[in-house]
Each structure stands twice: as C-alpha cells, then as structure tokens.
C-alpha cells in the first residue's frame, strides 16, 4: 500500500493567516493526488484533483502544488468557514489511502 | 446532477453482517469512466477508502487489505445500485459509512449523505 504522511495534524491559525498543508507519499505517484475538506456531520468536499486542479465552485483562496512524493495544499487568507480537518488522498493506485488529516482550528 | 442515496441499519450485533446500500441518480453503476466506493470515518482510523466497484467490458472489484477477507461490494444494474456487505463485524467496525463516486484521475467527487453504524449487543 501507498502511504500517505500529512503534516502537521492539527494546526491553529486566526483568521486572515496563509496556512500550508502538506502531505507526503511513500511512493511517487506522479500528480494522482486530491484534497479534501471534512467538516463534523458532512460528508467530504473535494476541494482539489490532481495535485493542483481546483474543483469547481471551490474558492481560489485554496491551491495545490506539487507532484512525485511531496504535495501541498495552501489556504491563502482564512476565512472562518475553513476551520474544518483537510484530508490528502492518492488516486495513483487502489488500494486508494488518505492522509490522517489535518485539523485546521481557530486561534 | 449526481445523487446517491444510502440506506441500510445503524445498529449492527458484533459478529454479524453490515449491509448497506447506495441509490445513484443522474449516473450509472455501468458507467464505463466511473468506479462505485464506500469510505468510512471514525475518530480513531480518519478516513478509510474500503473498496469500489466498476464496469470496463466486465466488473471489477478491489478492496482495502484491512477488510479483504470480509468485504463484498456488488453492483445492481437493474436498480442502478451498488452495496456494501462487511461480515463479522466487531465494535471497531463502528463508523460512518459513505459511499462515493471517483472518475479517474479526480478524487471522490460525489458523496452520499453517510451512515453511522454501531456495532454493539
């Protein structure tokens, strides 16, 4: 299996703050890489495909970068509606995996 | 518009069988450029991918190691459904369960609304 080390697994950040997700494959999977936000009682939102595609309707405040083994999902100014846990997840190869998450909390 | 719909108990004895199922509207199970997933979330696992189904000439299946030897996820065709059975369940089965639609190479794009299952007597 692919597995997937996101840092930090929780971080605390007021609003306004550039935040930097980052995660890491134990494998190159090229870009095959997605980002995620999971809010309590919701099901996930895909936030970007492809390392750096993002999704449609998702705010441009969030970027992805990177490929190969090491990615990152930024948040450019954050907005109280983004304190939520952040999920990375390989689509290189099933089994699919997913970061532990990171929790994003207001400081 | 892509919905799924999920149905299927929230309360399951430990060392029965978990089945769930996932209604797809604006899709098709038999979609040639989509796979059929359940992922589950717990405070203790994170999300957890367990399995997918999909059709390219004939059906296949993979499955997260962690539930190989117990997992089955079948596609319906004649209802335009896909369900999960997870057998001999114990109480660290207990989460919520989702199931999602992935069309390589994006991510999970389209979710059901979850379920919680907990596995207690």
């Known amino acids: 299996d692919i597995q997937m080390t996101q840092s930090p697994s929780s971080l605390s950040a007021p609003v306004g703050d550039r935040v930097t997700i980052t995660c890491r494959a134990s494998?190159?999977?090229?870009?095959?890489l997605n980002w995620y936000q999971h809010k309590p009682g919701k099901a996930p939102k895909l936030l970007i495909s492809?390392?750096?595609s993002l999704e449609s309707g998702v705010p441009s405040r969030f970027s992805g970068s990177g490929s190969g083994t090491d990615f990152a999902l930024t948040i450019s100014s954050l907005r109280p509606e983004d304190f939520a846990t952040y999920y990375c997840?390989?689509?290189?190869?099933?089994?699919?995996?997913f970061g532990g998450g990171t929790k994003v909390e207001i400081k | 518009q892509v919905q799924l719909q999920q149905s299927g108990p929230g309360l399951v004895k430990p060392s029965q069988t978990l089945s769930l199922t996932c209604a797809i509207s604006?899709?098709?199970?038999?979609?040639?450029?989509?796979?059929w997933n359940w992922v589950r979330q717990s405070p203790s696992r994170g999300l957890e991918w367990l399995g997918r189904?999909?059709?390219?000439?004939?059906?296949?299946?993979d499955y997260a190691v962690s539930v190989n030897a117990r997992i089955t996820i079948n596609p319906d065709t004649s209802k335009n459904q896909f369900s999960l059975q997870l057998k001999s369940v114990t109480p660290e089965d207990t989460a919520v369960y989702f199931c999602?639609?992935?069309?390589?190479?994006?991510?999970?794009?389209?979710w059901g609304q979850g379920t919680l299952v907990t596995v207690s007597s």
């Open positions: 189904t999909y059709y390219r000439s004939k059906w296949y299946n």
């Open positions: 492809t390392a750096s």
């Open positions: 997840q390989q689509s290189y190869t099933a089994p699919l995996t």
């Open positions: 494998q190159s999977i090229n870009n095959y």
């Open positions: 999602a639609r992935t069309m390589t190479p994006r991510g999970f794009d389209y």
């Open positions: 604006g899709d098709s199970v038999s979609s040639d450029s989509a796979a």
